[in-house]
């Protein structure tokens, strides 16, 4: 199967009248991240310095993370407690646009939280504040109620299943039914080392560790995927399986269809940490929308891809997704003209690796000698630099309306093309302040017509520690002179 970048616009705009309801565990994921210089005198522990707290969805609120990053209409159920936990998962799904939450609150069953300590990009603890327990019958009616209700208006359904305990085999069983009399697909994120609870569902997506525990069978090789996915879907009575396999990418068996499998498409996998949740979001949300399950999995793939090269648990954007399309740049390395939103990924994630992040900026309007030699004398004090392209319309406010020569996307592919650049960020404001404020540089560079003091941004980089270069000039090289001797 191909799938073209034309065909993945048109879906990925599809996407926007889809409609998914996902039932299952949710929960909050906290994320406490430092330094660590010393031992404690108390324990032969580290100590670790928090600099930075954060909160996101966990479990099936990521799902309806990544779906509503998709612009998919998301419908949630769930349970939590009646804490304060369960109010700040309240207010962080309220944030995402299109994700509509129905989270019954009980006063006997805590929010589950996951706390995850970090120093350096590695986990030092994950503490879990949680109590697994069957909920009661009057709670599952509660939910099979609303599934009832809601299911005639949704393209696909999806059980995000955690072992915490609101889906039991009773209510999977029951939602089931009333998906299939409804005619839409259940994809399940299963649990445990028995599937055939998930009996009727569409499809079923476990890792590859989850596939071998659950059929009891080898899946190193393509073949033994095949004959364990095929040993789940008789003795499950499951119509088909989308196996993750970490490096070896995916692979989906359907009934009466030919084995599909992808490669990995990640060229750098940093933190895998949710992407379970971001396959089967974006599996179901290409269901929703009318793709085949080829076409689907293609599209979890990629997002897949993109997710893992991210820190911490993140999503997959429709822009990335379909520059990926366009390009191919998983196969052949990052893509250099990028969002603000992946430079910042990418640039933490270097910082974290021990590599020192550069900075530049210019219009780089017709490439000269003197941009050359910017950008050259940039690499030399940096690991990685990334260069802010101001747009056509920044451009023609700071040149005049005669300028640029050349539009951003000349400019942006010229860039991108010299080894020494490892990233282009095209940015629509006169000055690169937002951009250096978000990347944070180790070092920013510009040419020595400016003084430390009037550079822009320098105050900030100095401020995190970040050093400012004034790059030597190359005389006479200038886009405004090279443009007056054309016209002379």
Not at 150 to 173: M, N, P, R, W
Not at 175 to 200: L, Q, R
């Amino acid at each position: 199967m191909e799938v073209t970048g034309q065909d993945i616009s048109q879906y990925l705009e599809r996407l926007k009248s889809a409609r998914v309801l996902c039932v299952g565990d949710v929960m909050l994921d906290r994320f406490c991240e430092g330094a660590v210089a010393r031992v404690s005198p108390e324990a032969p522990i580290p100590v670790l310095h928090v600099s930075r707290e954060e909160a996101h969805l966990g479990g099936a609120g990521n799902v309806a993370r990544n779906l509503s990053a998709l612009s998919v209409s998301t419908n949630l159920v769930s349970v939590c407690g009646d804490d304060a936990p369960a109010r700040e998962l309240e207010h962080l799904l309220e944030s995402h646009d299109g994700v509509s939450a129905n989270l019954i609150k009980l006063e006997d069953r805590p929010t589950i939280i996951k706390t995850r300590f970090v120093a350096g990009g590695q986990q030092l603890l994950r503490a879990d504040w949680e109590k697994i327990a069957s909920i009661s019958s009057e709670i599952e009616k509660n939910i099979l109620t609303q599934v009832e209700q809601q299911i005639s208006e949704v393209g696909a359904l999806i059980l995000s299943d955690y072992g915490k305990g609101v889906l039991g085999e009773d209510l999977i069983q029951a939602i089931i039914k009333k998906a299939n009399e409804a005619n839409v697909p259940v994809i399940v994120d299963p649990k445990g080392d028995d599937f055939s609870c998930y009996a009727g569902a569409s499809v079923l997506t476990p890792n590859r560790q989850e596939l071998a525990q659950a059929s009891k069978m080898p899946v190193g090789s393509d073949e033994e995927v095949i004959n364990a996915c095929e040993y789940l879907m008789e003795n499950c009575t499951i119509s088909g399986v989308l196996a993750t396999r970490s490096e070896q990418g995916m692979s989906l068996i359907y009934k009466d269809r030919k084995p599909h499998h992808l490669s990995a498409r990640a060229m750098e996998v940093f933190d895998v940490a949710g992407a379970g949740d971001t396959v089967i979001a974006t599996f179901a949300a290409g269901i929703a929308a009318g793709m085949t399950m080829e076409e689907a999995a293609w599209l979890s793939n990629v997002a897949a891809g993109i997710v893992v090269a991210k820190v911490g648990t993140a999503v997959a954007y429709p822009d990335e997704i379909l520059s990926s399309a366009h390009s191919g740049f998983w196969q052949e390395g990052e893509d250099k003209v990028i969002s603000l939103d992946t430079a910042v990924n990418r640039a933490q994630r270097w910082r974290q690796k021990g590599l020192k992040v550069g900075f530049t900026n210019g219009c780089f309007d017709l490439l000269h000698p003197g941009h050359i030699s910017l950008i050259e004398q940039a690499a030399a004090n940096c690991d990685r630099l990334i260069l802010g392209l101001n747009s056509d319309s920044s451009v023609k406010r700071l040149k005049g309306e005669t300028r640029p020569i050349q539009n951003e996307v000349s400019r942006a592919t010229v860039l991108a093309s010299l080894a020494k650049v490892a990233m282009v960020v095209i940015f629509s404001e006169e000055t690169p302040i937002e951009l250096i404020r978000a990347i944070k540089p180790d070092v920013l560079v510009k040419g020595a017509d400016y003084t430390v003091e009037t550079v822009v941004g320098a105050t900030d980089v100095q401020s995190w520690g970040g050093e400012v270069v004034l790059a030597n000039l190359v005389e006479g090289q200038s886009t405004t002179s090279t443009i007056a001797k054309m016209n002379n």
